[in-house]
């Protein structure tokens, strides 16, 4: 594995969970090109690699203050609209790869999470949070707009009015109020972050990777289309993953009433 990245670091946590932590807590670990080109990599490393050796990723934030604080405003304001313009595609095309990946990403969120860091928190497949959380998109404040993705996954995550609320005044959300909403599945106290997501991976971890490798594109593959499209895309899907040999283990083993021994084979 390498250890390239001056923005980023990639650790492997325990067998097949990895972490990345944006890592420029000086900045509140704000976003620049070069830590987005880092995440890319790092994305890339981990979607080369077999189930055997990656399984989850989880991102989270160096320090205690923030999560991710935003795309870097010192770098943005340099920046022509041609510029700006290859910013916002280059930070949706790495949150993108976030859904191409087929292992859940989880986002382990403490502190500042706004602008540019909660479009990155909401591409990852859901958030936990801890108490201190803070949720926002402020970049009207800046005579901005959001990015990198968050007037789209905004709105499917919390609807409409609330996207435009949250868009409109930039208010931040606490954490407890990001989970009313549906921003967060889970908010601790902080102390509680690391073993509350790890708790959420062994049970990941003890379910079929291939069924969770397609339920992921099902659902992510919903979200673009009409219902009827979608419900057919489900259809098929649910037909493939009929073809796995973790749908004959995991079936097999709930008739025999015993734990099922999955394999993450097709
Ligand atoms: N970009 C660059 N640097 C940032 C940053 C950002 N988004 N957010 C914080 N920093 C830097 C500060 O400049 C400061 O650096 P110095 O010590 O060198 O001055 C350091 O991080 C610590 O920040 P503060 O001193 O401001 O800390 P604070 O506790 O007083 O305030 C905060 C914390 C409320 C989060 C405040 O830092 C803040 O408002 N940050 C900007 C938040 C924001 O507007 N985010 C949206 C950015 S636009 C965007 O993301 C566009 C997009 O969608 C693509």
Not at 164 to 176: D, H, N
Not at 195 to 219: F, Y
Request: glycine share 8%.
């Amino acid at each position: 594995m390498s250890n390239q990245y001056q923005n980023i670091k990639l650790e492997q946590h325990a067998n097949g969970v990895w972490f990345l932590t944006l890592n420029r807590p000086q900045a509140l670990n704000a976003l620049n090109s070069q830590m987005l080109n880092e995440i890319s990599s790092a994305v890339r490393e981990l979607s080369e690699m077999d189930y055997d050796h990656a399984k989850v990723l989880v991102i989270t934030g160096a320090g205690e203050k923030a999560f991710v604080a935003g795309a870097d405003i010192k770098e943005m304001s340099d920046l022509n609209s041609d510029q700006a313009k290859s910013f916002a595609e280059k930070g949706q095309s790495v949150f993108h790869e976030f859904n191409l990946l087929k292992i859940p990403v989880i986002a382990a969120v403490n502190g500042f999470t706004l602008g540019g860091g909660c479009e990155l928190a909401l591409a990852c497949d859901f958030i936990i949070a801890s108490e201190n959380a803070k949720f926002g998109l402020p970049e009207v404040s800046l005579g901005l707009i959001p990015g990198f993705g968050g007037t789209v996954r905004l709105l499917n995550a919390v609807g409409i009015r609330k996207a435009r609320e949250m868009t409109f005044t930039g208010e931040l959300l606490t954490a407890a109020d990001a989970k009313l909403c549906g921003l967060v599945s889970t908010v601790v106290p902080l102390a509680e972050l690391i073993p509350t997501v790890m708790k959420k991976i062994e049970m990941i971890l003890s379910k079929s990777s291939v069924a969770i490798g397609l339920s992921k594109k099902s659902i992510n593959e919903a979200a673009d289309l009409e219902i009827e499209k979608a419900l057919s895309n489900e259809a098929e899907i649910f037909s493939s993953v009929f073809e796995s040999v973790d749908s004959k283990e995991g079936m097999q083993a709930f008739l025999e009433k015993r734990k099922p021994n999955f394999s993450g084979k097709y």
